[in-house]
């Protein structure tokens, strides 16, 4: 079964991937394979980002400043669908890679713009987590973020409320990991029937 999981950023995403982890499903996280492309000096992202942006995106080491290319995207909605359009291709292929290598057949796929990136129709089942405005900007200011950061990278994807609506199944996680990992689990026993 290929699940795919998505959510609105700072909902829980990663701690539902944890939990499904702990559940023997393999897990595929489209975030963790964006950041390995940053960092991966082959992946040609240097170029085609000092191509398109300029060296104002280069970091001292040579690398790509990332929060330096966050602030041009969710500033810039052209900009962000230029991201989009150069990370999306690789991050389907590492997915269908997955996929194909999955020997048990129990794959999570967490990919947080999965509707934006139209991919709702590659997975057999989408769950979507959610969690309220407050408990998004909560979550997020405790990772550094300042409001102005928060409101960007929130009303740049879609809801929260759109991704639960539109999803096959929903975890709410806006109480306790408690309750979640309980919600995770009833969601694993229906996935696995």
């Known amino acids: ?18 939990i499904f982890k702990a559940l023997n499903w393999t897990v595929f ?9 940053y960092s991966d000096a082959g992946s040609g992202v240097v170029d085609a980002f000092r191509n398109h942006w300029g060296a104002a995106v280069i970091d ?17 909605r052209v ?6 359009a150069w990370f999306h291709p690789l991050v389907f292929n590492a997915m269908r890679q997955e996929v194909e290598s999955c020997e048990d057949g129990m794959l999570l796929c967490d990919v947080p713009l999965l509707y934006e990136a139209g991919w709702e ?3 057999d089942v989408v769950i979507s987590v959610w969690a309220d ?5 909560k979550r997020l200011a405790l990772r550094g973020w300042n409001p102005e950061e928060i409101e960007c990278r929130i ?8 991704k639960l609506k539109r999803a096959d199944l929903g975890i709410i996680n806006k109480y306790s990991e408690k309750i979640l990992y309980k919600q995770c689990l009833e969601t694993d026993r229906k996935l696995r029937t």
């Open 133 to 137: 405005r407050d408990v998004q900007y």
């Open 155 to 162: 009303d740049n994807q879609l809801s929260s409320d759109e």
């Open 60 to 76: 001292d080491n040579g690398g790509v400043n990332k929060s330096v290319v966050a602030d041009i995207v969710f500033k810039d």
């Open 79 to 84: 900009e962000l669908k230029w991201l989009n």
């Open 121 to 123: 129709n590659d997975f």
């Open 1 to 18: 079964m290929i699940v795919g999981l998505t959510g609105g950023i700072g909902c829980g995403k990663s701690t539902v991937s944890e």
């Open 29 to 37: 996280d489209a975030d963790g394979f964006c950041r390995g492309v």
